[in-house]
């Protein structure tokens, strides 16, 4: 039996790894799951109805059924990706067949029980940063060891599907709780910045995600959150830093770059300011190694 209230006949019909040679560019018209999509190393450019958006390891997307998604991995260095297909209403009873439909043409007699169900906060993208979800990584990794058997059977796809969307719903939670009930556009805006901490977030992005004016832009973010754009991203790197300082071996210099400041002096420099100490110092405050 499926664990998730909303979703009782899903089913998890395709999980994999796969890896992209640079500069390669995959497009599928219509895919008919909703699909889990992270980065476990390189780069590229992964477009969802229309939306771009850049991953790097780490990074994770979740899309919604029938999603048109284009892949175009960065020249220079191989990409590799993970991925897991759930369908949210496959009808009890039939044959269960592991394959995902990818285009409408694709007209195979065993499509035609596979279907979507309602998954609240589920409406368009879901985008985050899969260390910020620890277990969510830890359940991606089995489910596609799981795929890699010989055999596989429906019990299992379905128990899977369950546990995989109760963990999606309870991340989009975390994601979520600090928002509030705030404007879509802001809301947009914030959920972007995580997932991309490791570049540059200029207010000209933010205002094209939101679909307004960087002046709307600063405004929202002034009256909602009582700071500005470009304070509100320095303070979630100088949070994300100091997450890696505190849990990883990575050099100040690299955990700047991982938070998108390439200078090390402007890095330890935000930094002391941020937290009134060195990097280094609170590396070891934090029991860091």
Request: proline share 6%; hydrophobic share 40%.
């Amino acid at each position: 039996m499926a664990l998730h209230t909303h979703a009782p006949n899903a089913i998890i019909l395709w999980a994999n790894d796969a890896q992209f040679p640079p500069g390669t560019r995959i497009e599928f018209p219509e895919v008919r799951s909703r699909m889990l999509l992270w980065c476990r190393g390189g780069r590229g450019t992964v477009t969802v109805n229309g939306d771009k958006h850049v991953l790097t390891a780490g990074d994770f997307l979740f899309m919604p059924w029938r999603h048109h998604i284009r892949y175009v991995a960065d020249a220079g260095v191989d990409w590799y990706l993970g991925g897991v297909h759930v369908v949210p209403d496959h009808r009890r009873g039939v044959d269960v067949r592991f394959r995902v439909q990818h285009t409408p043409e694709d007209r195979k007699p065993w499509y035609r029980f596979h279907g979507d169900a309602a998954l609240p906060g589920f409406e368009t993208v879901l985008s985050g940063r899969l260390e910020h979800a620890e277990s969510l990584q830890h359940l991606t990794d089995y489910i596609v060891a799981w795929f890699r058997r010989p055999t596989r059977n429906e019990a299992s796809a379905r128990a899977l599907a369950g546990v995989l969307l109760d963990e999606l719903e309870d991340v989009a939670g975390t994601l979520a709780a600090p928002y509030g009930c705030l404007p879509a556009n802001l809301k947009r805006m914030m959920s972007h910045v995580p997932a991309h901490l490791h570049e540059p977030v200029a207010i000209a992005s933010l205002a094209d995600i939101a679909h307004c004016s960087p002046s709307t832009v600063s405004r929202l973010f002034r009256r909602y959150l009582g700071i500005s754009p470009g304070q509100w991203i320095m303070k979630q790197k100088m949070e994300h830093a100091s997450t890696l300082l505190a849990t990883t071996t990575l050099r100040v210099a690299q955990v700047g770059r991982r938070v998108g400041i390439d200078d090390p002096y402007y890095f330890s420099k935000a930094f002391k300011k941020y937290r009134q100490v060195t990097a280094l110092k609170y590396r070891q405050m934090s029991g860091g190694v």
